[in-house]
Protein backbone atom coordinates (compact mmCIF):
# COMPACT_ATOMS: atom_id res chain seq x y z
CA UNK A 1 0.00 0.00 0.00
CA UNK A 2 1.56 3.36 -0.99
CA UNK A 3 1.16 6.86 0.76
CA UNK A 4 2.26 9.91 -0.17
CA UNK A 5 2.21 12.44 2.92
CA UNK A 6 2.91 15.97 2.49
CA UNK A 7 3.42 19.14 4.12
CA UNK A 8 4.52 22.67 4.36
CA UNK A 9 1.42 24.55 2.83
CA UNK A 10 1.93 28.21 4.19
CA UNK A 11 -0.16 31.69 3.72
CA UNK A 12 2.98 33.74 2.65
CA UNK A 13 3.60 36.91 0.87
CA UNK A 14 4.38 37.68 -3.27
CA UNK A 15 8.06 36.59 -3.32
CA UNK A 16 8.33 34.70 -0.85
CA UNK A 17 9.28 31.06 -0.52
CA UNK A 18 8.23 27.96 0.92
CA UNK A 19 8.90 24.39 0.91
CA UNK A 20 6.78 21.38 0.57
CA UNK A 21 7.32 17.68 1.80
CA UNK A 22 6.09 14.95 0.86
CA UNK A 23 6.97 11.95 2.50
CA UNK A 24 6.32 8.03 0.56
CA UNK A 25 5.62 5.01 2.34
CA UNK A 26 5.33 1.79 0.06
CA UNK A 27 7.86 2.43 -2.08
CA UNK A 28 11.39 2.72 -2.33
CA UNK A 29 12.91 6.02 -4.17
CA UNK A 30 16.19 3.92 -4.61
CA UNK A 31 14.36 1.48 -6.33
CA UNK A 32 14.21 3.69 -9.24
CA UNK A 33 10.89 2.54 -10.35
CA UNK A 34 8.83 5.38 -9.09
CA UNK A 35 9.24 9.23 -9.89
CA UNK A 36 7.95 11.70 -7.96
CA UNK A 37 5.91 14.75 -9.37
CA UNK A 38 4.21 17.68 -7.82
CA UNK A 39 0.84 19.23 -9.17
CA UNK A 40 -1.46 21.80 -7.92
CA UNK A 41 -5.11 22.70 -8.26
CA UNK A 42 -6.15 26.63 -7.92
CA UNK A 43 -9.98 27.00 -7.58
CA UNK A 44 -12.08 26.79 -10.60
CA UNK A 45 -9.21 25.18 -12.37
CA UNK A 46 -7.97 21.81 -13.26
CA UNK A 47 -5.56 20.13 -11.39
CA UNK A 48 -1.96 20.94 -13.69
CA UNK A 49 1.83 19.67 -13.82
CA UNK A 50 3.87 21.69 -11.98
CA UNK A 51 7.19 19.42 -11.38
CA UNK A 52 8.57 16.02 -11.46
CA UNK A 53 11.62 13.93 -10.52
CA UNK A 54 12.04 10.92 -12.95
CA UNK A 55 12.29 7.44 -11.86
CA UNK A 56 16.20 7.13 -12.27
CA UNK A 57 16.49 10.65 -10.45
CA UNK A 58 18.76 11.10 -13.64
CA UNK A 59 16.72 14.65 -14.57
CA UNK A 60 13.95 16.69 -13.26
CA UNK A 61 11.60 18.65 -15.48
CA UNK A 62 9.08 21.84 -14.32
CA UNK A 63 5.94 23.55 -16.08
CA UNK A 64 6.83 26.37 -18.18
CA UNK A 65 5.10 28.57 -15.49
CA UNK A 66 7.74 27.54 -13.02
CA UNK A 67 10.83 26.94 -14.64
CA UNK A 68 13.54 28.70 -12.82
CA UNK A 69 11.43 29.68 -9.66
CA UNK A 70 10.54 25.62 -8.11
CA UNK A 71 13.28 22.92 -7.02
CA UNK A 72 12.04 19.63 -7.18
CA UNK A 73 14.60 17.23 -5.35
CA UNK A 74 14.36 14.17 -2.72
CA UNK A 75 16.56 12.13 -0.21
CA UNK A 76 16.53 8.57 -0.89
CA UNK A 77 17.12 7.75 2.74
CA UNK A 78 14.71 9.30 3.53
CA UNK A 79 11.93 8.73 0.96
CA UNK A 80 10.79 12.00 0.75
CA UNK A 81 10.90 14.44 -2.20
CA UNK A 82 10.61 18.39 -1.52
CA UNK A 83 9.25 21.04 -3.51
CA UNK A 84 11.70 24.43 -3.05
CA UNK A 85 9.35 27.23 -4.62
CA UNK A 86 10.95 30.96 -4.74
CA UNK A 87 9.43 34.38 -6.06
CA UNK A 88 6.33 33.19 -5.40
CA UNK A 89 3.18 35.39 -6.91
CA UNK A 90 -0.44 35.33 -5.97
CA UNK A 91 -0.91 33.19 -9.38
CA UNK A 92 1.10 30.32 -7.56
CA UNK A 93 -2.01 30.29 -4.72
CA UNK A 94 -3.15 26.48 -4.98
CA UNK A 95 -3.64 22.86 -3.20
CA UNK A 96 -0.29 20.85 -4.39
CA UNK A 97 -0.09 17.67 -4.73
CA UNK A 98 2.10 14.94 -4.47
CA UNK A 99 1.99 12.15 -7.01
CA UNK A 100 4.05 8.47 -7.81
CA UNK A 101 4.40 7.78 -11.42
CA UNK A 102 5.43 3.63 -12.50
CA UNK A 103 8.67 4.31 -14.90
CA UNK A 104 8.44 8.41 -14.64
CA UNK A 105 8.20 10.00 -17.42
CA UNK A 106 5.45 8.61 -19.09
CA UNK A 107 3.26 11.63 -18.83
CA UNK A 108 2.64 15.04 -17.29
CA UNK A 109 -1.59 14.22 -17.05
CA UNK A 110 -2.97 13.99 -13.90
CA UNK A 111 -5.04 11.17 -14.92
CA UNK A 112 -1.51 9.30 -15.75
CA UNK A 113 -0.73 9.26 -11.94
CA UNK A 114 -1.04 6.04 -9.53
CA UNK A 115 -0.75 7.51 -6.18
CA UNK A 116 -1.82 10.93 -5.15
CA UNK A 117 -1.27 12.52 -1.53
CA UNK A 118 -4.41 14.31 0.19
CA UNK A 119 -2.43 17.78 -0.85
CA UNK A 120 -1.36 21.22 1.45
CA UNK A 121 -2.72 24.51 0.52
CA UNK A 122 -0.16 27.04 -0.52
CA UNK A 123 -2.03 30.88 -0.49
CA UNK A 124 0.34 34.15 -1.89
CA UNK A 125 -0.65 37.16 -0.94
CA UNK A 126 -0.38 39.95 -2.88
Known amino acids: QVHLVESGGALVQAGGSVRLSCAAS??????????MGWFRQAPGKEREFVAA????????YYSESVQGRFTVSRDNAKNIVYLQMNSLSPEDTAVYYC?????????????????WGQGTQVTVSA
Open 99 to 115: AAQWRRPRSTLAKDEDY
Open 26 to 35: GLTFSSHTYG
Open 53 to 60: DSSSGDFK
